[in-house]
């Protein structure tokens, strides 16, 4: 079974960029698709991204398209998120999870999830 701690979240002004990290640990981590989620106060839990095990197919919610990057480091059990140009709208905790699913963009198809990382866009 995997564990999946974040980190990288903070309070950023628009146009800022962050990159989140998601550190995997008791499990083989190249057999996992590894996703991102995030959820805004009041909202329900949404997709943000995912990266399939060997990095090659990678999917986006619409909103992130061009400002947002998946990435994974099978050798440092690691994937991580490049955000740029942020927005206010894309306040959120943001949610690392795994799943041993080929690739899989749905909530309900995860099963192992981190505890999340908060990102603030503001002025």
């Known amino acids: 079974q995997v564990q999946l701690v974040e980190s990288g979240g903070g309070l950023v002004q628009p146009g800022a960029s962050l990159r989140l990290s998601c550190a995997a640990s008791?499990?083989?981590?190249?057999?996992?698709?590894m996703g991102w989620f995030r959820q805004a106060p009041g909202k329900e839990r949404e997709f943000v991204t995912a990266?399939?095990?060997?990095?090659?197919?990678?999917d986006y919610v619409d909103s992130v398209k061009g400002r947002f990057t998946i990435s994974r480091d099978n050798a440092k059990n690691t994937v991580y998120l490049q955000m740029n140009s942020l927005k206010p709208e894309d306040t959120a905790v943001y949610y690392c999870a795994a799943s041993l699913r080929i690739f899989v963009t749905r909530l309900d198809e995860y099963s192992y999830w981190g505890q999340g990382t908060q990102v603030t866009v503001s002025s």
């Open positions: 990266i399939d095990w060997s990095g090659g197919t990678t």
């Open positions: 008791g499990g083989t981590f190249r057999r996992y698709t």
